[in-house]
Each structure stands twice: as C-alpha cells, then as structure tokens.
C-alpha cells in the first residue's frame, strides 16, 4: 500500500506522520499519479500550523509534485498511461501515489526533470504572474524584491533582470546578499541593518521603486508602501513575518497615489489555459 505524510492536529513538524493511505482508481476527469518528487513551500507550513486551511483531518499537505501517470480515468484526453507530469498548487503533494485532475497536470519536456519540475512549478508560476500579471515589470523599471534569495525570490531576480529590470534585493545576511548578486539583483539591502526605504531612495536618487515584490507581509508592509514612487505597486503575496493588519487605504494618496494588491497563485492558474501559459513562459 502506498504512503503519504499526513497530518492530524495542527501544529510542529512533530505532526507529520508517514502513514500508508488507500488511494483507488481514477474517476472521470482523473488520472493516478505515481509521484517522484514533491516540492517544498512555505503554504505547506503554513497549513501545518493552521494559519491557512489545509481542509478536514487527517490531512496529506505539500502543494507542488512530479511524477509518471499510472492510470486514466473516464474522459481524460492528451495524457496518457507512463507520461511524465508536474502540477501546482493542488494539495496531497507529501504522497507516493496520489489522484489528480487531468486538467491540473503540466506534461514535462525531456530536458526538466521530474526533481527540477517539483521543485519550480509553485515559485516558477508565482515569479510569472508577479512579473507579468500584477505589475508587468518592463524594461528600465527598477523593482524591489524582499527574500531576494529565496525559492521565489531566487527565479524572480532572474527573470526580472531578463526582462531589463534594475533589480534590488532585501536579503538578511552577507551570505544571501552574495547569493541574490548571483541571480542578478544589482544592488542588495541587508534589512536587519539598513532602513529599506532610505536605501532604496539612495539608490533611486530619490525616484523609488516602480513595484515592491513583498514576501515577508507585517514587519514589512509599510517600508514597502514608502519605497514606492508616485503610482507604484505593492505585491503583498507572503506573510512570512506575520499577516499585514488591516490599514486605511487613505495612507496611499499622500503617499504618491499607490496601488496595493494581494494576488495568490490560485487564480492566476484556476483555468487550464492560465496554467498552460504560465507553464509555458
């Protein structure tokens, strides 16, 4: 029988469980995945201590998985029995075997791995819609990226500075700031020792930052909102410090007239046709 890690309370990593499920054949719309790699992401701990619901107990967590298709329900078309397949953001990663909706997998080229694939589709997908959905970095823009060396933050550097962007990066040590230097940011922050926003306006020549890409929710939120420029974005799409409490949207016109959002990856991929074109960039 296979097995996944389950959790039955909420709480430390001390409630992960290796238990052997009963997984069963594939319904209509469904495959059974024998699963290779799982990805790891803070939404799992997240769950695991109950400030994101993770569904009814026992629960299996992890939210990023590759594997071979092992069986093919009612209806499936375009996938087939020993395809190799990775998905996002569809609960049950921690498994051997799992049952998935077709339309959730993304068939894996020869030259991705399945380890590769498990490892990058959750950060890889949230780097996209950062950079092409809720703020379309362009060419010249300068941007500001906390946990720059990071899962997320490590793609996102990357890309950001392929699409022309002047990247700078919040790190919290020398180490990370090598590191983030390495994934292209030109310019890193150490936030434990320097104030965010007065860096980022030395670095700017007082101008700011068109968009604050912001992981870290509470401790950051509002140095977030001050190194803006006039008509800036925050991203708020991580609560590593914490939730952000709840402000009046009033501080943002003096402020220069900025926009806050908080996206989640959900809806950027909740159709197959967005998932399709994620994946594919």
């Known amino acids: 029988m296979p097995h996944a890690i389950r959790i039955h309370a909420h ?12 997984v069963g054949d594939p319904g ?35 939210m990023e998985a590759a594997g071979e298709i092992e069986a093919v329900g009612e209806g499936v078309s375009g996938l087939s029995v020993g395809d190799r397949v990775a998905y996002p953001m569809c609960q049950g990663g921690y498994a051997e075997s799992r049952i998935i909706a077709a339309d959730r997998l993304v068939a894996l080229p020869e030259t991705v791995s399945d380890r ?8 890889g997908l949230t780097a996209h819609y950062l950079l092409f959905r809720s703020y379309a ?20 550097c990357q890309w950001a500075k392929h699409l022309g962007a002047e990247v700078i990066g ?8 090598r590191l983030a230097r390495d994934n292209g940011c030109d310019h890193t922050i150490l936030y434990r020792d320097e104030s965010i ?22 401790a950051t939120f509002m140095d977030s909102l001050d190194a803006l420029r006039p008509f800036g974005v925050l991203v708020s799409y991580g609560n590593a410090s914490g939730p952000v409490e709840p402000f009046s ?5 003096p402020k220069g007239s900025l926009y806050v959002t908080r ?8 159709t197959p046709e967005l998932l399709a074109d994620g994946a594919g960039r």
Do not use: F
């Not at 209509?28 to 994101?52: F, M, S």
């Not at 970095?137 to 996102?156: E, F, H, M, N, Q």
């Not at 949207?249 to 016109?253: E, R, T, V, W």
């Open 28 to 62: 209509p719309g469904e495959v059974r995945l024998r699963q290779t790699a799982c990805g790891l992401n803070y939404i799992d701990i997240y769950q695991r201590d109950g400030l994101y619901p993770a569904g009814e107990l026992p629960a299996v967590l992890g």
């Open 137 to 156: 970095v362009k060419r010249g823009d300068t941007i500001l990226v906390y946990a720059a060396a990071g899962g997320v933050g490590s793609l996102l």
């Open 116 to 123: 590769q694939a498990a490892a990058i589709m959750l950060k």
């Open 249 to 253: 949207p009033s501080i943002l016109a």
């Open 197 to 218: 926003p007065e860096r980022v306006r030395e670095i700017t020549d007082g101008a700011g930052v068109a968009a604050a890409y912001d992981s870290i929710g509470q």
């Open 263 to 270: 996206p989640t990856l959900a809806t950027h991929i909740a």
């Open 11 to 22: 709480g430390g990593a001390e409630q992960l469980r290796w238990e052997p499920v009963d």
């Open 170 to 177: 919040c790190v919290g040590s020398e180490e990370k700031a």
